[in-house]
């Protein structure tokens, strides 16, 4: 069974949401916490076991799977190995009772996590078993990662549960790239393009005290070790079996943020279908076959002007050698789910009313 985010979804989703009418109340979570979960916050196992007894009191009843063992637990150290310290990676301090709450919570979920995942690993018998598991989790919280980018509140306590939520799925999802890092595959997302969904203010505010792009920044410029960027570009030909299936952006491996923003671009000019999800999205950019193809919400002559714009004109993906047309098929759809034909995307014109904002998108992958 793949380790799934429950905590995070439910305080994003579900019963838990700060931004809740019923869980604006400090007297509730007074309650809560006394209910042996404030005593036992630093002992994940009997944490969780008090924590889904207090709730029942308020007929909130969460399905936790993967619950914090002895097994599970011990299975965690192995995250000690790791040589980057990620301690400074702590969420804000809480103010009162309900934010208390939240920063127990959301602290032994992160917990959970990796504990359960570093038992999954261990009892995996393959490497493409361990590899499923890791990945997989790192899907789950690529989307959150997302969704919680959505979510926009200013009342306090949810700002606090939301800064919370990201700065922990940050840590999280380093964690695993760090110690896991045989397992990750080509599809996790880099630093930055986690940056750009959890702190976008991020250059604004990297040297702004108690923001969570000041605690990433100081994160980033104490890390041990560094991966050096390679500069050149993705060039070449690309393998017989690869090279038709999606296009590649040529700074993918060094600047794959850039995707984010072209992706950002798409969207808020109604290009793309709003509810597009960014991996999927970046697929069409990785060389990779393409699963689920992105709804073009624009019309057939504005794509073949986009296409020709990042293939053509503009270079941002490896040369296709006139197979850019059958490529753009494989990787956009019709709103009704439909493909667009290939000849008849190959022969379309400029659109003239909207070029200009086509050609600003564009930009986004220079």
């Not at 989307?143 to 509140?153: G, H, L, M, P």
């Not at 840590?171 to 990750?184: L, S």
């Amino acid at each position: 069974m793949i380790v799934k985010p429950i905590i995070f979804d439910n305080i994003l989703f579900g019963e838990l949401a700060p931004w809740k009418p019923e869980n604006t109340s400090e007297t509730k979570f007074r309650d809560i916490l006394n209910n042996q979960v404030r005593v036992n916050k630093d002992n994940p196992e009997r944490f969780f076991k008090a924590l889904l007894d207090s709730l029942k009191d308020y007929s909130i009843s969460l399905k936790i799977d993967h619950l914090p063992n002895n097994e599970r637990i011990a299975n965690l150290a192995k995250f000690a190995e790791m040589q980057t310290d990620f301690s400074s990676l702590t969420i804000p301090p809480f103010y009162n009772k309900s934010s208390e709450f939240y920063a127990y919570l959301i602290n032994n979920e992160n917990i959970r996590l990796r504990a359960a995942l570093a038992t999954n690993v261990s009892k995996a018998k393959t490497v493409i078993d361990k590899e499923y598991q890791v990945v997989s989790l790192l899907k789950n919280l690529d989307y959150t990662i997302e969704q919680v980018s959505q979510k926009i509140y200013y009342d306090k306590l949810s700002t606090f549960v939301l800064n919370a939520i990201k700065i922990s799925l940050f840590r999280i999802y380093e964690e695993i790239k760090t110690f896991y890092q045989a397992f990750t595959g080509s599809e996790a997302l880099s630093v930055y393009e986690v940056i750009n969904f959890i702190a976008p203010a991020f250059d604004q505010e990297k040297e702004v005290q108690n923001t969570i792009s000041y605690l990433i920044s100081q994160f980033i410029e104490a890390r041990q070790s560094i991966p050096a960027k390679d500069d050149k570009p993705i060039t070449g030909t690309l393998p017989a079996d690869m090279a038709y299936c999606s296009f590649t952006y040529k700074l993918l491996n060094t600047q794959p943020e850039y995707i984010k923003d072209l992706f950002d671009s798409l969207k808020s000019n109604n290009l793309i279908d709003k509810s597009t999800i960014y991996t999927d999205f970046k697929k069409v950019f990785a060389g990779d076959q393409v699963l689920k193809p992105v709804v073009w919400t624009g019309n057939i002559s504005e794509l073949h002007y986009f296409i020709k714009l990042i293939h053509n004109t503009n270079k941002s993906v490896v040369d296709l050698k006139q197979h850019q047309w059958k490529v753009a098929c494989k990787c956009f759809v019709k709103p009704d789910g439909s493909s667009f034909d290939r000849a008849q995307l190959k022969e379309q014109k400029k659109p003239k009313a909207t070029a200009s904002i086509l050609e600003q998108a564009a930009k986004q992958l220079q």
